[in-house]
Each structure stands twice: as C-alpha cells, then as structure tokens.
C-alpha cells in the first residue's frame, strides 16, 4: 500500500503540504485494514496472516532521522526516497542536477535500516541508485520499474542494474505500461521477460503501478 505525498509541484523546501498528505494515507490505510478486515504487517511475526505492507513514495517531508522513527511508529515499513522531483534525499531519475544521495539521504537509510525497514530505489536517478548500493547492503528492492532494453528511458534500470541488487539478494518488481516495455507486442515483451527470469530466477517479482498506467 503505497502512500503518495506528492500532490502538485510545491516549491523544493516545503515540508507541511506532503507531510499532511502522507498522514491522511496512513490513516486511510488503517480504515481500509478496519473496513475490510485486512492485516498491516509490522513485523516478521505479521507476515502468516497479514496483507498490507505500509510504503511512502516520496520522502519529501523529511528533514532528519526523527521523521523515520516517527512514519515507523505508525506502521511504515518501506520507504520510497524519490518521485519525480528532486529532495533533500537523493536526486530522481530526470533531474537536471544529478546529486545522487545527499548526506541527510546516506543517514535516512542508515537510520532504516537499523529499523529494518526496506529502501525503495524506484524513481532515483542512476548516481542515486549507485550511490545506495556502494554504501548499503541489505533491504534494497525495486517496486516498480521497466526495463532499458526494451525502452530506453532513465526512469527503466538496465540489466546491469538489476544484477547489482541480485547481488544483495534484493527483488525487483517489473511494471506495466507503455512507458515502462515500449510499444513491443505483448509476445514479445513475453520472451524477454522469460529470458530475463532465467537469468535472475530469485530476483523478479511483478512491480506492476497499475494506478500510475494509463487505460489506454
């Protein structure tokens, strides 16, 4: 259950709009889990009857590690950095200022991790992507992305990439949408993902955002 603070294209500094919009979603979540009888998982012991994984996509309100212990309290258990907009954490996928991971970023993972919370790499931009992976080892995953050979955009990884988080035993969740596999036949689109599962059999899981595709 991803929870989406990003509403409009507020100045860089702001910090009340997405911090007001990331406290209505966990509270939305809690009535979604009461109204349909559903589970949030917060913990290993969660897992055998739970359904729902809290997760922020966009870090946009954070200005220190107190931010992290406070959205874990409430039952965040992984964290996206990055949308489509650059933040004090890290740089996103089409920045024209690729600063990759900031020092507030390297200490908001460190202070995650130590939480075992999980580090979604979705949306950052390649030196955040490598940045992450040089300094932490562990609870790094992709939940949504495409693929550069199949259409080359920033916002897809390379098979390059997704090797280097098979290296840390880390998934990545491939998505749906034209943006994401290029105008390729679904036959097609097929093959190769059948290819690519050969060669990460452990590491591929379906990311599929069908909220961000169109209906086309």
């Known amino acids: 259950f991803a929870i989406f603070p990003f509403r409009g294209f507020y100045e860089f500094y702001d910090v009340e709009e997405p911090l007001i919009y990331t406290l209505r979603g966990v509270e939305i979540a809690y009535e979604i889990e009461k109204k349909f009888h559903l589970k949030i998982i917060k913990s290993k012991s ?4 739970g359904n729902i994984i809290l997760a922020i996509e966009g870090l946009y309100f954070v200005r220190t590690i107190y ?3 406070a959205v874990h309290r409430l039952g965040i258990r992984s964290l996206g950095l990055v949308w489509n907009k650059d933040n004090l954490i890290c740089s996103y996928w089409n920045s024209k200022n690729d600063y990759g991971l900031t020092d507030l970023g390297y200490d908001v993972i460190n202070e995650a991790i130590k ?3 999980a580090i979604d790499l979705a949306h950052c931009s390649d030196k955040t992507f490598f940045d992450v992976l ?7 995953f992709v939940s949504h992305t495409g693929l550069r050979e199949l259409n080359n955009i920033k916002r ?3 098979e390059d990439m997704i090797y280097e988080i098979s290296k840390i035993k ?6 749906f949408g034209d943006i994401f596999l290029s105008k390729l036949s679904l036959k097609e689109i097929a093959k190769y993902l059948s290819k690519l599962i050969e060669k990460f059999p452990y590491n591929l899981s379906i990311g599929s955002d069908f909220y961000g595709v169109s209906r086309e």
């Open 67 to 69: 931010e992290i212990r």
């Open 170 to 175: 880390g998934i990545v969740g491939i998505a």
């Open 156 to 158: 897809n990884l390379s």
């Open 134 to 140: 040089k300094s932490f080892n562990k609870n790094i």
């Open 46 to 49: 969660d897992l055998k009857n």
């Open 115 to 117: 939480l075992n919370m």
